[in-house]
């Protein structure tokens, strides 16, 4: 069970924008720290997609996006093309726990 | 070229030690954060441990607290996990990465590096 929580999969069409959520408490996002979203392609190490929440990394395209409110953060993606089908994970700190903690992950298929 | 390799991985029985070694190279190692990360089989990401630049501030995930100690060698650019009590749940992929100044987002990975853990 991951102290923050994602959907396990979305799906969408080329072309088309998909959303995912990263929900925590009052003792990570809710209490203000900062998220980092990642993708990992399929048997490759994790790429900084969106640093502090909405910030993109030289290199990441425009069409990926972020965004924070309350306990949840959200990482978007518009214009969907068949190599953005990987695992995503969130990334926050959470101050009862002392550390760092990441979401479960979320499983993106383009259709 | 900005790089990170792991290495030392390999088979090792419960209750076993293992040390992981990860070079840097391509960036000034001595000033960047630096952490390690686990992902298990089909599983997802694990924080692991946490090393300031200078190495004066070092912090572990409970799961690992007292059985895992992290070091770093500035002047080879090299960091280190020695892993001992090692325990089945321990197998996974280790990853270094550094941390984006000013920032606790890790912009630099390694390829990884897999522990096994198994009698």
């Known amino acids: 069970q991951s102290v923050l929580t994602q959907p396990p999969s979305v799906s969408g069409a080329p072309g088309q924008r998909v959303t995912i959520s990263c929900t925590g408490t009052?003792?990570?996002?809710?209490?203000?720290?900062?998220v980092h979203w990642y993708q990992q392609l399929p048997g490759t190490a994790p790429k900084l997609l969106l640093y502090?929440?909405?910030n993109r990394p030289s290199g990441v395209p425009d069409r990926v996006s972020g965004s924070k409110s309350g306990t949840s953060a959200f990482l978007a993606i518009t214009g969907l093309q068949a190599e953005d089908e990987a695992d995503y994970y969130c990334?926050?700190?959470?101050?009862?726990?002392?550390?760092?903690?990441f979401g479960g992950g979320t499983k993106l298929t383009v259709l | 070229e900005v790089q990170l390799v792991e290495s030392g991985g390999g088979v090792v029985q419960p209750g076993g030690s293992l040390r992981l070694s990860c070079a840097a190279s391509?960036?000034?190692?001595?000033?960047?954060?630096m952490n390690w990360v686990r992902q298990a089989p089909g599983k997802g990401l694990e924080w692991v441990s946490y090393?300031?630049?200078?190495?004066?501030?070092?912090y572990y995930a409970d799961s690992v607290k007292g059985r895992f100690t992290v070091s770093r060698d500035n002047a080879k650019n090299s960091l280190y996990l020695q892993m001992n009590s090692l325990r089945a749940e321990d197998t996974a992929v280790y990853y270094c990465?550094?941390?984006?100044?000013?920032?606790?987002?890790?912009?630099?990975w390694g390829q990884g590096t897999m522990v096994t853990v198994s009698s």
């Open positions: 990465a550094s941390e984006l100044p000013a920032t606790d987002a890790y912009d630099i």
């Open positions: 391509g960036f000034t190692f001595s000033s960047y954060e």
């Open positions: 090393i300031s630049a200078r190495g004066t501030s070092i």
């Open positions: 009052s003792s990570n996002i809710g209490a203000g720290y900062e």
């Open positions: 502090e929440n909405s």
């Open positions: 990334q926050s700190y959470d101050r009862s726990l002392s550390g760092v903690v």
